[in-house]
C-alpha cells in the first residue's frame, strides 16, 4: 500500500491532499480517496501531526483540505518541529536547521498564525528560555 502510495504522490504532485482520521490517514488525490493508512505506515515524504499533513517532497502543508502557503524558511522551520515532535527543539537547533537567524520569531509567528488559519487543531508552544515544541 505504502509503495503504491509512494508513486501516486511522485505522479500527481501538487493534487495530493490528506485528513488525518484518529491513527488513519486518508490520502487523497484532487477531491477523490485512493488510500487509507496507519499513520505508522505513511511514506517518508508525508508527515502529519493532528490534522496537519506536511509532505516534504512537494513542500506543501495542508489541515485536512486547507492549504497553509508557507515560505520556504516558514516550512523549514515546521518540518523540524513536525520531525521532533513531543520534543523542545531549542532556538539555536532551530535556526541552524532553517538557516533563520535573521527575524526568526517573527516566522515562527507567521507559521502559528497560517496554521491556525488552516484550521490546524495543534499549536506551537514557546518553553521560555529553551526553545519551541508542537503540540497536535
Excluded at 508513486?7 to 487509507?36: F, Y
Amino acid at each position: 500500500e505504502a509503495k503504491r502510495l509512494g508513486e501516486i504522490l511522485s505522479r500527481e504532485e501538487g493534487r495530493v491532499w490528506a485528513k488525518v482520521v484518529g491513527d488513519r490517514v486518508m490520502i487523497h488525490v484532487g477531491g477523490t480517496p485512493v488510500a487509507t493508512l496507519s499513520s505508522k505506515d505513511l511514506p517518508n515524504d508525508l508527515l502529519t501531526a493532528g490534522n496537519l499533513t506536511m509532505n516534504v517532497s512537494t513542500r506543501q502543508v495542508n489541515c485536512n483540505e486547507r492549504f497553509a502557503s508557507l515560505t520556504r524558511t516558514e516550512f523549514d522551520i515546521l518540518l523540524v518541529l513536525i520531525e521532533n515532535q513531543h520534543r523542545v527543539m531549542t532556538y539555536e537547533a532551530l535556526i541552524e536547521e532553517s538557516h533563520s537567524r535573521h527575524s526568526f520569531n517573527q516566522h515562527v509567528s507567521a507559521v502559528r498564525m497560517k496554521l491556525r488559519v488552516a484550521g490546524w487543531n495543534g499549536r506551537i508552544t514557546t518553553i521560555r528560555g529553551v526553545g519551541l515544541r508542537i503540540i497536535a
